[in-house]
């Protein structure tokens, strides 16, 4: 079963977080789920997963700050740590304390910063799923509207993003046989125009200097947990594919490797039935 943009926020509910209306919802029976999105979309990626996993699993999602139907502020750093907390505290009020993750891209570091915490002083992190994702700054490899973004001339240039620009490079990043539908795109696009979020994305493009000046805490958080870790990886990405994999299994870890040869960047949209049967795979391994 699939979901519209509209099904989705019916679906959902705003709760007011640090001063800022965060949308997420909740659904399904079992052990808890967390999904965590990447940039520049919103929770709305795991709608192709959505039927599947509430029948297993208590999952929890939401719209991180400055995304989807989240608050859009023009004023805020929109730092990692700030997202994590968001999410902390979002668990603290649903009284969820264990949790499996399963995140992608951007969430991927928002996750990371979590097991750093987790590292630390325990929050309660049961395993962490990891999709395409930027795990390693020296693998990862921006494409050029991103560069541009986080230039000094960001803020000029989001202004002029537009559908088409959009479109463009956003399915530069999916396999070629997996190219996202037109209605798909528009979807996208209009979660991301929702209270002109386009307008902030070159300040929340600076996690990839954040991913720069954490290195040592996040990859070290990757390297050092006792949480189960899997990865699930589209190796046709540009930005994070069969390169990065090779890194994960150099520095991190050769278990738990689950490659989709012809997916790319967004496997939760290109090939949701391959991510489930992964994720069921390593969820069945560390039982």
Not at 184 to 213: N, P, S, T, V
Request: overall charge neutral; aromatic content about 12%.
């Amino acid at each position: 079963m699939e979901y519209t943009i509209a099904d989705w926020y019916e679906k959902g509910e705003l709760s007011l977080i640090d001063g800022h209306q965060v949308f997420h919802l909740s659904e399904g029976e079992g052990p808890h789920l967390v999904l965590i999105h990447g940039f520049p979309t919103s929770s709305w990626d795991w709608q192709k997963l959505w039927a599947e996993l509430i029948q297993r699993y208590t999952v929890t999602t939401l719209d991180l700050l400055g995304f989807g139907y989240s608050d859009k502020p023009k004023k805020n750093e929109y730092t990692i740590h700030q997202q994590a907390s968001i999410v902390e505290k979002l668990l603290v009020q649903k009284g969820i304390k264990s949790f499996h993750i399963l995140a992608h891209d951007y969430g991927d570091t928002v996750a990371q910063e979590l097991l750093a915490r987790h590292q630390a002083h325990p929050i309660g992190i049961l395993s962490c799923t990891l999709l395409n994702g930027g795990l390693f700054p020296e693998t990862h490899r921006p494409r050029l509207i991103q560069r541009l973004l986080a230039g000094p001339f960001g803020s000029w240039v989001s202004r002029l993003l537009s559908y088409g620009k959009f479109t463009k490079s956003f399915s530069a990043v999916f396999g070629p046989n997996t190219q996202p539908s037109e209605a798909e795109l528009k979807a996208f696009w209009e979660l991301i125009i929702l209270q002109d979020g386009q307008r902030i994305y070159h300040l929340l493009i600076r996690y990839m200097r954040e991913r720069k000046e954490y290195r040592p805490r996040w990859v070290g958080a990757l390297q050092q947990t006792q949480v189960a870790i899997a990865l699930i990886n589209g190796s046709v990405d540009p930005i994070s594919g069969r390169h990065m994999i090779e890194r994960y299994r150099e520095i991190v870890s050769d278990h738990n490797i689950y490659e989709l040869e012809t997916i790319g960047h967004y496997p939760q949209t290109e090939a949701p039935k391959d991510v489930l049967r992964a994720f069921y795979a390593f969820q069945k391994s560390i039982l």
